[in-house]
């Protein structure tokens, strides 16, 4: 009995072992509220650019993926402490952000972040501007001469609009397209700003494997243009 | 869910609604609301009992005991609930990982703190990265039952506390002369009767567990507040079949209903509890309800 027990407590430990550094199963970690980058769909689940591209990533990787969504103001924290393996999640490569974790090559063009507002003549030099916190355009924001005000969700962003709390929202063009073309009140102001490196999935510094294994499969999708059409599918922006 | 749902925006609005309202987003929403119901039913009980641990360990004349049990109240009745919500359940789940790693790879090598990583074994994970998401989910649950147990229990333990030096003197010196040890007039003097003293303070840490409960989402766990903002979100035509706008107001308002109507009905039940408990008891109710029936 007791050589039995012995026995498969051995057998755990090495199936332990087995699987020891490498990832059987990736949790794809995103936020679920930032359309057309990801959002949650009728059903309840994650759908979006992000979905499909994740879903034909893993494919390509030849990896089982696992979607789970997560508050923005804590997405990198829990990477870092291992609640789930990347993030895909709309977020911009930045020099501040890759003190903290590292980037999978991009996935999308730098997209061109746009104002929107209640009317046009706004001025969003000087205006109060309202944005999502901790995003590119929030340190943007602070940096230039316009006042910040700073929500969890980009949902609040625009209600912040509507209420008249703030002048003007900065935020991707592709997340404000589809609200000023149904919003009937608001508008996309000409200006654009160019800010960030494109889009990355985020992933912990220790965990270069599983970078490396995104990275190709992204290449691989730029090089045979299914990348392109799922960025034209999604109205995300420039085409690689 | 029904069959004409295929096409929403060809319905009137009553069917609309119907078809709206039973998404698969909403089904979320609805059973969000057991998730807080079984978290409310779980949390209370082990609340009451790290409050009872907590109460006897600082009455104990044993010092370090009685240490620990006047520390485990100070502190976490004064560390913030948000701050311990934040750092107190990534700490314990590294904690736990830690003792797993350090038990099931011993022979790893690479430091465990990489920078801001912390990186331990694959089956050292909890749960394993294997593990279906439902298993996550209920080790996040467990968690969050277990930190609010811990807050909870502290203030439970100060009432309690209280409770247990409010029981009447006479009582005590009656059961010594009646021989009792102190062990026999702990349990069957004060316990019993210390309950109507507390009662008022368990009552009210009952209304506030209710209403902390949207903390949940901190711990990852989708309750109804985050439900209420997701669903309650503009919505435009090309991400959903039922385009709608700022409809938080709407969901907030049920909320609003619902918390409402749960805080009504916890004060008619603990107003039946304190007139069972007054009931023979050396308190002015107790002899209020003593006049009344004479």
């Known amino acids: ?79 870092v402490s291992g609640n789930y393996d990347t993030i895909i999640a709309g977020m911009s490569i930045t020099d501040e952000r890759k003190e903290k974790i590292d980037f999978t090559t991009n996935y999308t063009q730098p997209d061109p972040s746009a104002f ?125 | ?72 109240i100070s502190i976490v009745r004064g560390v913030p609930d948000i701050a311990f919500f934040l750092f107190f359940v990534i700490a314990l789940d590294q904690g736990l990982e830690w003792l797993r790693h350090k038990w099931k790879c011993p022979e790893w090598t690479d430091a465990i703190w990489q920078g801001n990583d912390f990186v331990v074994c694959q089956a050292a994970k909890l749960p394993l990265g294997t593990s279906p998401q439902w298993m996550h989910e209920v080790y996040g649950f467990a968690l969050a039952v277990l930190t ?41 003097i004060i316990v019993p009767q210390m309950w109507v003293y507390a009662l008022p303070g368990l009552g009210n840490l009952w209304m506030v567990l209710i209403k902390a409960t949207p903390l949940l989402f901190l711990l990852g766990i989708e309750d109804i507040v985050y439900w209420a903002r997701e669903l309650g979100g503009t919505k435009t035509s090309r991400f959903t079949d039922y385009p709608h706008g700022d409809w938080r107001m709407w969901y907030f308002l049920m909320l609003l209903v619902f918390y409402l109507g749960f805080t009504k009905l916890s004060e008619l039940v603990l107003d039946r509890v304190m007139t069972r408990l007054t009931f023979g008891q050396a308190t002015a109710g107790g002899e209020a309800q003593r006049r009344a029936n004479a």
């Not at chain 1, 730029?222 to 109205?235: P, R």
């Not at chain 2, 749902?5 to 309202?21: G, Q, R």
Request: with cysteine; charged share 15%.
């Open chain 2, 1 to 72: 869910m029904f069959e004409h749902c295929a096409a929403p925006d060809t319905l009137n609005s009553f069917h609309w609604m119907l078809c709206y309202l039973t998404t698969g987003k909403h089904m979320g929403l609805y059973i969000s609301f057991g998730t807080v119901l079984l978290l409310l039913a779980i949390t209370a009980p082990s609340a009451l009992l790290f409050g009872f641990g907590g109460a006897v360990a600082a009455r104990s004349r044993f010092f370090p005991l009685s240490i620990l049990g006047r520390g485990y």
């Open chain 1, 1 to 79: 009995m007791k050589k039995l027990i012995l026995g498969t407590a051995v057998v755990a430990l090495s199936a332990g072992f087995a699987f020891a550094g490498s990832h059987s199963v990736v949790r794809m970690g995103t936020e679920g509220a930032y359309p057309p980058y990801n959002y949650i769909d009728d059903k309840g689940e994650v759908a979006g650019f992000e979905r499909e591209l994740g879903d034909e990533l893993c494919a390509r990787a030849e990896l089982t993926c696992e979607w789970v969504t997560n508050d923005w103001d804590s997405i990198i924290p829990n990477l």
């Open chain 1, 116 to 240: 929107l507002a209640l009317s046009d003549s706004v001025d969003v030099a000087t205006g109060v501007i309202a944005t999502q916190a901790s995003t590119i355009q929030a340190s943007y924001i602070a940096q230039s001469g316009a006042t910040l005000i700073e929500f969890a969700t980009p949902e609040e962003t625009i209600a912040a609009v509507r209420n008249g709390e703030a002048d003007a929202v900065l935020a991707d063009r592709a997340y404000l397209e589809p609200i000023a073309a149904e919003g009937g009140d608001l508008v996309i102001l000409e200006q654009n700003v160019l800010i960030g490196g494109g889009v990355g999935m985020g992933i912990r510094k220790s965990d270069t494997e599983l970078r490396d294994k995104f990275t190709a499969a992204i290449e691989s999708m730029k090089a045979d243009g299914t990348l392109n059409a799922l960025i034209v599918k999604h109205g995300i922006g420039e085409t690689f």
């Open chain 2, 148 to 188: 609010f147990a811990i807050v909870f229990g502290a203030f439970a333990a100060n009432v309690l506390y209280g409770a247990m030096t409010a029981v009447p003197k006479a009582q005590i010196e009656t059961a010594s002369a009646y021989g009792m040890s102190n062990r026999q007039t702990f349990w069957r």
